[in-house]
């Protein structure tokens, strides 16, 4: 069960859900995926508990997400399994980032930050 923290200063989930629409927005610029990468490294240090585990999910996040999208690449070689790859791992990325925002929003810890699953 996640517990729900209450805090003295509720802007310090901001950066957290900064990083989550940087994601979803690096499916148009790319480039705010590696700047919302950046940001998870440096706000973890200093987050809260329930806040270290969505930076570490984001982390995760992006460097999954990396790894899915050579899996996309080498399949433009194999033709017709491009389009499903591509589908498959977007999906991935935006489920991930809507559980996030979801946790974030209850100002709950995720549950399992470490999974490769959503």
């Not at 990468?37 to 329930?50: Q, R």
């Not at 991935?92 to 995720?110: M, S, Y």
């Amino acid at each position: 069960m996640n517990e729900i923290v209450t805090s003295e200063n509720p802007a310090e989930a901001g950066p957290a859900k900064i990083v989550y629409v940087l994601y979803l927005v690096s499916f148009i610029l790319a480039i705010t995926g590696i700047i919302g990468l950046i940001m998870a490294y440096i706000y973890k240090g200093d987050a809260p508990d329930w806040l270290k585990s969505h930076y570490r999910y984001q982390i995760r996040t992006f460097w999954i997400g990396l790894l899915y999208g050579l899996i996309v690449i080498i399949s433009f070689v194999l033709g017709p399994l491009v389009f499903l790859t591509t589908l498959l791992s977007a999906i991935w990325v935006i489920v991930r980032c809507v559980k996030g925002l979801k946790h974030l929003g209850r100002r709950e810890a995720l549950p399992n930050p470490a999974t490769w699953l959503v």
